[in-house]
């Protein structure tokens, strides 16, 4: 399915249960950097305190929006560095909403994002090397394998290994 008609926006205070939700997941915290809980006092501060500005926070956080106005998940930019030009990326759809065509719409927004408006050279990933749905999106869209990062990703049971997926611009 096709959702051209998907919107990046900033993050507003009434996003504060759905990005709690996320940040709390803890299927996400196998395939990311965070792997504590966050309370709502400090994803409330969060809000209140980011600029929106990568230039100032170093990330950019979106929330992706549906053709009906519902948010189905998260698209961030981060670890931006204005020097050598380049960000990580990261996409996170909601449970309900995954296999519609949504991360690959909000990544294709953010790869033009990158090119128009932050002129990067090259935006990358990690991902778990088991993760099939996620190296498939980036595939898609034209990330490259670059290294294997053997052990790099640690459950709580086991390590796993990532692949480092890149995008020159």
């Not at 940040?23 to 196998?30: A, F, G």
């Not at 305190?49 to 950019?60: E, F, K, P, V, W």
């Not at 992706?64 to 204005?82: K, R």
């Not at 408006?117 to 990330?143: C, I, M, P, T, W």
Request: charged residues 25%; hydrophobic residues 40%.
């Amino acid at each position: 399915m096709n959702h051209s008609c998907i919107r990046l926006r900033a993050i507003e205070p009434e996003d504060l249960d759905i990005l709690y939700e996320i940040e709390n997941d803890r299927e996400l915290w196998d395939v990311g950097a965070t792997n504590v809980p966050y309370s709502r006092y400090s994803l409330h501060n969060y809000i209140a305190t980011q600029t929106s500005d990568i230039y100032a926070d170093r990330q950019l956080r979106l929330m992706i929006e549906n053709e009906e106005g519902q948010t189905v998940g998260i698209a961030d930019l981060m670890n931006f560095d204005p020097q050598h030009r380049r960000a990580e990326v990261g996409i996170v759809v909601m449970t309900a909403w995954r296999r519609q065509g949504y991360a690959a719409e909000a990544l294709a927004q953010l790869v033009r994002y990158s090119v128009e408006r932050l002129h990067l050279h090259q935006l990358y990933a990690f991902v778990a090397a088991d993760n099939e749905a996620s190296l498939g999106l980036f595939r898609k869209s034209g990330f490259t394998s670059g290294s294997l990062l053997s052990d790099w990703l640690f459950d709580g049971r086991e390590y796993h290994d990532a692949l480092l997926l890149q995008l020159f611009l």
